[in-house]
C-alpha cells in the first residue's frame, strides 16, 4: 500500500512504535500522507522477551493496529477526504479493540498510547489540511513563529470506561500554513519539556521555534541542552516540519486534468480553425467594401452628368415629370419584399439566438448557485457531524452535560438550513437524529392524557391562582375579585390585587396600595398596614418563607425583608443584601431558605445569607424561549419553571442539572402551575381549566 518509515525501542516495560506510510497512487495521494506514534506502557514481564530485545504477542498490538488503520485508511474511495477515511478507520479500530475488551483482553486499558496524523496538500490555497486524533496522554504541539500552541487539549479523553464501546473519539481538522511545524511527544518527554519551560523561559520549544533549519540535526543540537534529563527519560518525540522545501516534493496532490498531448493537440486545431475564419472572414469583407467603393465612385459620376443635364432643362419640366424622374432617382435606394423578408429573418435569428445567450447565462448563475448551497450544507454537515462525533466522546465518560452541548451546537448549524432547505432528505435525516438523542439527554416526557381537575364554568377568566390542596383561588392581577372552587363563590377585596401566597390554610393578598390582607374561611381580615422603605416604593415580586414576607424592588434594586411577629403583625422594611446586587431584570422570585430570581434572560440567581452564591444558565432542549415563572419549597428538591411558549414544565435540580421536562399539546395557554406539599402533584392553569398531573 505505501512505504513504511519505522522505529521500534523497548525499554523497560513500555514499547514505542512509529510509522509514516506515503501515498503511492492518485487515489491514496488524494488523502495524503499517514503518521502513527504508538506507544504500550506498562507491560507484564511475560508480554516482553528480553531475548535480542523482541516482543512477544502482545507488544504486537501496535503493528496489528496500524495495519487496520493503514489499510482501511487508503480503501476509502467513495469521494475520498481524510477526515471521511480517518473517521471509517476509527470505526474499524474501536470495533477491534472493543472485540478484545469483550474477550477478557483488557491490558491495553490505561496503557496505550497511539496518535493517528494525516498531512494533504490543498492545492488551491497551497496549505496543509491536518487531521488528527489520538488515544492516551500523547501531546501535539504547533509551532507557529515564535508560538507554541498545545492543539492537542480538545481531543483529551480522560477516565475512559474501562469497556468503552469507542477508544477513539474526537478527531481535530485545521488547515497548517508553511512554514509551521508539528511535535509529538509522549508524557514522560512532554515533561522534561515542561520541566524546562518553567525555569525563566528558557524552555526547549522557545529554541526550536527559533531554528531555522528543522533538520533532525539542528534538533539533536537544541536537545542536548536537555541531554542529562534526556538521557534519563525514554519515550518519543517526533517533529513534521511543514516548511516549503521539505513538502515541496513529498506533499504535492496531482491536479487531475487531461492527457497533455490531447490537449495540445485540441488548442492546436482550435487556433487552426479560429485563423482560417478570421481570414476567410477578412477576405470576404475586404473584397465587397472595394467593389461598393467602385461602384458608389461610378454612382457618383453618373450622378453629376445627370445633374448637369437636369439642372440645364428643369425649369422647362411639369411638376408631374420632375416627380417621375425622382422617384426613378431613388427607387434604387428602396429595398426589395426580398431583402426585407432576409432582414427580418437575420433579425429574429439575432433575438432568438440573445434570448438562448440570456438563457444558458441565467441557468449558469442558477447552478453556481446551487453549488454553493450544495457546498455551504455539505460544510454544515460536516461540522455537525463534528459535534456529534464530541457529544459520543463524552458520553463515554459519562458527561452528559458536555454531551449535551455539543448536541445543541450541531442542533443550531443544522436547523436553521433544515427549515430553510426542507426538501434536503440529509439536512433532515441529521436534525431528526440530533433530535432525538436531544430529546433522550434533555429527559423529555410528552403528556398524552391529561386529567381535567377543575373546570371554571364563569365568566371569570383568571390568570394567577394559589392552591393549600383542599381549595383552589382564582385572581387576576389589576383586579379586586377571587373565585374559591370549594363554595363556587366570587369574593371581592377592598383594593385590586397583585401577588398571593399561603400563610398556613390562608392566604395572604398584597394590594396594589402596598397594604396586606388575609383570606380565611371565605372571610376577609382589615387590611394591614405594612411599612414602607422609601417614597414612592413598589413592590415588583412578592414571595414569604417562615411566615416572613419579601418585596423585590427593580428600582433600587433591593430585596426589602418584612420579619413576622405575631398574628397579622410585622416589622419594618430592612434592606436583606449586603450588597448591591442587579435585580432590574427580575421577572420571578421564590423561597427556600435561599433566595432563587427568575432574570429576563432566563439565568437563575441564587441568594443565600443576604449574599449571592450561584447564576445557574439552562442549557435545554428545545433551547429556552421564554420563562414565566419560577417554583420551589424547602421540602423539595427540584425547581420548577413554566414556559408556556413551549407548552411545558422544566424540573432541576437545584444544582442546575436536568431532572425532567414536562409538555403536551394540549397546553396551548398555560398561565400559572402549583406544586403540592410532597412534590407528587403538579397542578396546570390552562385557559380556565386546571389540569392535575401525577409525577
Known amino acids: 500500500m505505501g512505504r513504511s518509515a519505522r522505529q521500534k525501542k523497548i525499554q523497560q516495560s513500555s514499547i514505542f512504535d512509529s510509522f509514516i506510510f506515503e501515498p503511492e497512487n492518485i487515489n491514496e495521494k488524494k488523502l495524503g500522507y499517514l503518521c502513527i506514534i504508538g506507544q504500550l506502557s506498562n507491560l507484564l514481564p511475560t508480554q516482553v522477551s528480553s531475548k535480542f530485545g523482541q516482543a512477544r504477542p502482545r507488544s504486537n498490538l501496535l503493528e496489528n493496529l496500524t495495519q487496520i488503520i493503514k489499510s482501511k485508511y487508503y480503501s476509502y474511495l467513495i469521494k475520498p477526504t481524510a477526515e471521511k477515511a480517518l473517521k471509517e478507520s476509527l470505526k474499524k479500530t474501536n470495533q477491534f479493540l472493543s472485540e478484545m475488551a469483550h474477550k477478557g483482553d483488557v491490558a491495553w486499558l490505561g496503557n496505550l498510547n497511539l496518535t493517528i496524523l494525516c498531512l494533504g496538500l490543498n492545492s ?29 487539549h480538545d481531543v483529551e479523553l480522560q477516565n475512559i470506561d474501562p469497556y468503552p464501546p469507542k477508544a477513539f473519539g474526537n478527531i481535530i481538522s485545521g ?103 478570421k481570414k476567410s472572414v477578412s477576405s470576404r469583407i475586404s473584397i465587397k467594401l472595394l467593389t461598393s467603393l467602385k461602384r458608389k465612385k461610378k454612382e457618383k459620376k453618373k450622378v453629376s452628368k445627370k445633374y448637369s443635364r437636369f ?24 429595398p426589395s419584399p426580398k431583402k426585407i423578408e432576409l432582414i427580418t429573418r437575420k433579425k429574429n435569428i439575432i433575438l432568438i439566438c440573445g434570448f438562448i445567450f440570456i438563457l444558458a447565462f441565467g441557468f449558469m448563475i442558477l447552478d453556481k448557485q446551487t453549488q454553493k448551497e450544495n457546498q455551504k450544507i455539505q460544510e454544515t454537515l460536516m461540522n455537525a457531524q463534528t459535534k456529534i462525533d464530541q457529544a459520543e466522546s463524552a458520553l463515554i465518560i459519562k458527561d452528559e452535560n458536555l454531551a449535551n452541548k455539543f448536541l445543541l ?100 393578598f398584597f394590594l396594589e396600595n402596598n397594604n396586606l390582607i388575609i383570606l380565611s374561611e371565605n372571610q376577609w381580615s382589615s387590611e394591614i398596614n405594612i411599612d414602607k422603605p422609601f417614597a414612592g416604593f413598589t413592590c415588583d415580586e412578592f414571595a414569604s418563607y417562615n411566615s416572613n414576607l419579601y418585596c423585590l424592588n427593580k428600582e433600587k434594586e433591593q430585596i426589602i425583608k418584612y420579619n413576622h411577629f405575631t398574628n397579622l403583625l410585622w416589622g419594618s422594611a430592612k434592606n436583606w443584601l449586603k450588597s448591591q446586587q442587579d435585580l432590574s431584570k427580575a421577572k420571578s422570585m421564590i423561597i427556600d431558605g435561599s ?101
Open 311 to 334: 439642372s440645364k432643362i428643369f425649369n422647362f419640366l411639369t411638376p408631374k415629370k420632375s416627380i417621375s424622374l425622382l422617384k426613378n432617382k431613388f427607387r434604387r435606394f428602396i
Open 124 to 152: 488551491p490555497t497551497n496549505s496543509i489540511e491536518l487531521n488528527f486524533t489520538k488515544a492516551g496522554d500523547h501531546k501535539l504541539f504547533l509551532l507557529r513563529g515564535k508560538q507554541t500552541i498545545d492543539i492537542s
Open 595 to 695: 433566595i432563587w430570581v427568575l432574570n429576563q434572560n432566563n439565568s437563575i440567581d441564587r441568594y443565600r445569607l443576604a449574599a449571592h452564591q450561584e447564576t445557574i444558565d439552562i442549557n435545554t432542549f428545545p433551547i429556552i424561549e421564554n420563562i414565566t415563572k419560577i417554583k420551589t419549597s424547602s421540602t423539595l428538591p427540584y425547581l420548577y419553571l413554566l414556559e408556556p411558549s413551549q407548552n411545558r414544565i422544566i424540573i432541576l435540580t437545584k444544582a442546575g442539572e436536568i431532572y425532567k421536562q414536562i409538555f403536551s399539546e394540549k397546553f396551548d395557554d398555560l398561565k400559572d402551575f402549583e406544586i403540592s406539599a410532597d412534590g407528587k402533584t403538579i397542578w396546570l392553569l390552562n385557559e380556565n381549566n386546571i389540569f392535575q398531573i401525577k409525577l
Open 175 to 277: 488547515q497548517l500554513n508553511r512554514g509551521d511545524r508539528l511535535l509529538v511527544l509522549s508524557k514522560d518527554i512532554f515533561s522534561v519539556f515542561d520541566k524546562a519551560y518553567k525555569k525563566g523561559g528558557q524552555n526547549l520549544f522557545s529554541h526550536l521555534a527559533k531554528v531555522s533549519d528543522f533538520s533532525e540535526k539542528s534538533i539533536k543540537k537544541v536537545l542536548k541542552s536537555r541531554e542529562k534529563e534526556l538521557s534519563e527519560t525514554s519515550g518519543i518525540c517526533l517533529a513534521i516540519d511543514l516548511s516549503e522545501k521539505s513538502l515541496s516534493e513529498k506533499l504535492r496532490l496531482p491536479i487531475i486534468v487531461q492527457k497533455p498531448k490531447k490537449a495540445k493537440l485540441l488548442k492546436v486545431l482550435v487556433s487552426e480553425k479560429i485563423n482560417n475564419f
Open 409 to 508: 451546537e450541531a442542533w443550531q448549524m443544522v436547523f436553521p438550513l433544515a427549515e430553510e432547505k426542507r426538501k434536503n432528505k440529509e439536512l433532515a435525516i441529521v436534525k431528526e437524529k440530533i433530535e432525538s438523542e436531544l430529546n433522550k439527554l434533555n429527559k423529555r416526557a410528552e403528556i398524552k392524557e391529561q386529567e381535567l381537575f377543575v373546570e371554571l364554568n364563569t365568566d371569570f377568566n383568571p390568570q394567577r391562582f394559589i392552591s393549600n390542596g383542599n381549595n383552589f383561588y382564582f385572581y387576576n392581577p389589576g383586579s379586586n375579585k377571587v373565585y374559591e372552587t370549594k363554595t363556587g363563590r366570587t369574593l371581592e377585596a377592598p383594593q385590586n390585587i397583585k401577588f398571593a401566597v399561603l400563610l398556613g390554610s390562608s392566604v395572604l
